[in-house]
């Protein structure tokens, strides 16, 4: 199904949500360049230093914090960090190895595209902000039994916000 199309169908499944169950998120035609590798800890707070982070959050053993600083702890298990253009996920693999995703939009190619969600934070770590924004990429299928449906490629964090979150 093209964009065009799929569009045409979220637009109906807002305006009477028994046509579908439930409405369709709007999609957004874009690119998206994806460079995933391991990296030691010394590598990965590298990269994560390099695209000078805005925003941001980190998961430790005991606490999930938000911050865009560069972590100090050494028991960091994951974390996502984000700047203008660029954002970074982060995921401990095994001691001292971690799986280090760089996302950043590229040129559309008719064939990717993004929804964007908002998730609430818990309590505890609202100090000004109510949720997190993810973008949902989705690419479409160009052969065989899955040909012409979009289908789940990565979600990229890309900040937070103070909107509430949309259903």
Not at 15 to 33: H, Y
Not at 67 to 80: C, K, V, Y
Request: proline content about 2%.
């Amino acid at each position: 199904m093209s964009l065009e199309n799929y569009n045409k169908l979220q637009a109906h499944s807002q305006d009477d949500l028994r046509l579908l169950g439930n409405g369709l998120p709007t999609l957004m035609n874009a690119g998206l360049d994806i460079l995933s590798e391991q990296l030691s800890t010394e590598k990965m707070l590298e990269k994560i230093k390099a695209i000078i982070p805005t925003q941001g959050w980190v998961m430790y053993r005991d606490q999930v914090e938000i911050s865009a600083d560069i972590p100090t702890r050494t028991d960091l298990i994951e974390g996502e960090w984000v700047n203008e253009s660029d954002s970074l996920k982060v995921k401990l693999v095994s001691t001292d190895l971690f799986q280090v995703t760089r996302m950043n939009r590229a040129d559309a190619d008719g064939f990717t595209a993004f929804s964007e969600q908002k998730v609430v934070l818990r309590q505890h770590l609202k100090n000004n902000i109510t949720c997190a924004v993810y973008r949902c990429w989705w690419k479409q299928a160009q052969e065989g039994e899955q040909k012409g449906r979009w289908l789940p490629l990565t979600q990229q964090f890309i900040g937070f916000s103070n909107e509430k979150e949309q259903a």
